[in-house]
């Protein structure tokens, strides 16, 4: 996919504020810190657009950014991070809620798994939400570049199985690896040609 043009549009807290314009959206769903802005970035080819941080909670309002004029990327805030407060978690949660549930133009979820660790509850949760309301999934494994290709076969076949899916891409924001598989699939998806 060759990307001539990636614009931030507007990072919402509220539905008033998300575009009106009716293009398909990708949203990146995942928990917190597992790479979704920096996926972003990388399939953008942007260093920046999206931002990123060591620490989790880095994004807390949902962030759209407009591709090749057409269609959408979505930043979404992550889930299951602890260390903030009660009141805080369940303003994102509705928030999420907010997007997740109404949005029509909502074509594709990308659901991202840290490629070193098992699925949590929450994510199972997400992927079994998401199929339930009819929003086709696809699975990504972050943060592939943090293991040997010997330890990364293994976490696949484990991953694949606790998900119950084969439609797993591994990924690294680093290397670029997965890059133009995901693509491919995206771009299918949502019947946008090459
Ligand atoms: P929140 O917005 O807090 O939910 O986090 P996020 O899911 O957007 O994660 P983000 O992209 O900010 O990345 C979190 C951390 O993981 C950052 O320090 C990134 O540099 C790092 N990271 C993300 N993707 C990769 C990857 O593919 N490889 C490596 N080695 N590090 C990564
Ligand atoms: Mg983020």
Not at 166 to 180: F, L
């Amino acid at each position: 996919m060759k990307v001539t043009e990636a614009k931030f549009i507007c990072g919402a807290v509220d539905p008033r504020g998300f575009p009106k314009d009716g293009l398909p959206e990708i949203a990146f769903i995942g928990r917190s810190n597992v790479g979704k802005s920096s996926l972003i970035n990388s399939l953008l080819g942007t260093k920046k657009l999206a931002r990123t941080s060591n620490t989790p909670g880095r994004t807390q309002q949902i962030n759209f950014f407009k591709v090749n004029g057409q269609f959408y990327f979505v930043d979404l805030p992550g889930y299951g991070y602890a260390r903030i407060s009660k009141a805080q978690r369940q303003e994102l949660q509705r928030l999420l809620e907010k997007y997740l549930a109404p949005r029509d133009t909502f074509m594709l979820s990308i659901l991202l798994v840290d490629s070193r660790h098992l699925p949590t509850e929450l994510d199972l949760q997400m992927k079994s939400w998401l199929e339930q309301h009819a929003r086709p999934v696809l699975v990504v494994l972050t943060k592939s570049d943090k293991l040997s290709n010997n330890e990364l076969r293994n976490q696949l076949i484990e991953i694949r199985a606790a998900l119950g899916t084969d439609q797993v891409i591994p990924y690294s924001a680093v290397t670029g690896k997965g890059k133009e598989a995901l693509w491919n699939s995206i771009l299918t998806q949502i019947g946008v040609g090459n």
